[in-house]
């Protein structure tokens, strides 16, 4: 594992039109975690497996929305050309609900302040 290793860019997050705002909202989310960090003085941030399986369960969840999209694009880098195995292609691996969803779960779970399924040590 790599602790303190954080990833923005479209894996595992949700696609939009306007990828500044989209990495602006992920930058947040990370500055949190960080801040909350050097609050308890921690030098390693990890995600639990706990975490790490619920945050795939959902990010598997809601891949079949784009199905549709997979199915009707015309074949090309997008869309994997044309297949439907949506486990590669551009858009592989990314938050099927959306955007404005995502950047609602990603404040959610700041706002409780509990930072389930993080350890800092």
């Known amino acids: 594992s790599f602790p303190n290793c ?45 975490a790490e399986e619920q945050w795939l369960a959902e990010m598997r969840s809601k891949a079949r929305i784009a199905e549709r999209f997979y199915a009707e694009c015309t074949p090309g880098y997008y869309n994997n050309e044309g297949k439907m195995d949506v486990s590669n292609g551009f858009f592989a691996g990314t938050y099927g609900a959306g955007p404005i969803p995502f950047f609602h779960i990603l404040e959610g779970w700041r706002a409780t302040g509990r930072l389930e399924g993080v350890e800092f040590s």
Do not use: C, D, M
Not at 9 to 21: E, K, L, M
Not at 25 to 37: F, G
């Open 6 to 50: 954080f990833f923005l860019g479209f894996t595992q997050t949700a696609i939009s039109v306007n990828v500044p705002h989209a990495l602006n909202e992920q930058a947040k989310h990370v500055t949190y975690i960080l801040e909350q960090a050097r609050q308890r003085g921690a030098k390693r941030i990890e995600a639990t497996l706990e």
